[in-house]
């Protein structure tokens, strides 16, 4: 069973442009959630995704988007980037009812994107 | 608000000693506690789980008991190895918002 795939793996854009990070979950997954990691802010919530829908949204500024398609896969978008965008973005999956009710998520290897 | 409280590391110890990552939370109701482990250059990989209190989660030697009256949810191993070298997650689900709230991470440097 394939596990989470995250594309590309590794970015480098310059400050002012946008970036489009992609996820695929584990088939039969329904919830995709999204992570931003850096070594001074830890592991910090981006948003999840079920059936298409965002149902929560973690603390970050507008430039950071993100949608689902019908086939579970995700993808989150960063516009006018800032060097302080600069992280590992984590992609992670869960069966049907999210991790509210127990279950564990699976994460990706992730994209590691530096802004110059 | 949640949230979870690691031990700082980073750790180091000698190969075969005992570990203990400390592990605390503060949370409404009651969520589920996992440790994650993340290798370099991977994502996270679930180590353990415990759904409620007095569970023991435990996989690859390493255990982890839900302890409600102290709020605690420490991570411990009998012998490690080298191979265990790597930073430590400890997360709670935060039900009815979708998402895992994690502690900052703690490394762990096994020496052989």
């Known amino acids: 069973k394939a596990g989470v795939t995250q594309t590309p793996r590794y970015l480098i854009k310059t400050r002012g442009q946008q970036v489009t990070l992609s996820c695929s979950p584990i088939?039969?997954?329904?919830?995709v959630s999204w992570y931003q990691q850096t070594p001074g802010q830890g592991l910090q919530f981006l948003f999840e995704y079920f059936s298409e829908t965002q149902r929560n949204k973690g603390n970050f500024p507008g430039r950071f988007s993100g949608r689902q398609f019908s086939n579970s896969r995700s993808e989150m978008n960063v516009s006018t980037l800032e060097l302080g965008d600069s992280a590992l973005y984590l992609c992670?999956?869960?069966?049907?009812?999210?991790?509210?009710?127990?279950?564990?998520?699976?994460f990706g290897q992730g994209t590691r994107l530096t802004v110059v | 608000g949640n949230s979870v409280t690691q031990m700082e590391g980073p750790v180091t110890l000698s190969e075969e000693a005992f570990l203990t990552i400390n592990c605390t939370y503060t949370?409404?109701?009651?969520?589920?506690l996992f440790w994650y482990v993340q290798y370099p250059g991977e994502g996270l990989q679930l180590l353990l789980k415990?759904?409620?209190?007095?569970d023991k989660g435990s996989n690859k030697g390493f255990e982890a008991t839900y302890r409600k009256e102290t709020t605690s949810f420490h991570l411990e191993k009998g012998s490690v190895q080298v191979s265990d070298s790597a930073v430590y997650f400890c997360?709670?689900?935060?039900?009815?918002?979708?998402?895992?709230?994690f502690g900052t991470g703690t490394r762990l440097k096994v020496l052989a």
């Open positions: 088939s039969g997954h329904r919830s």
């Open positions: 992670a999956s869960s069966l049907e009812s999210g991790p509210s009710l127990n279950t564990e998520a699976f």
């Open positions: 415990a759904t409620k209190a007095d």
């Open positions: 997360a709670l689900s935060d039900k009815g918002t979708y998402k895992y709230i």
């Open positions: 949370a409404t109701g009651y969520p589920s």
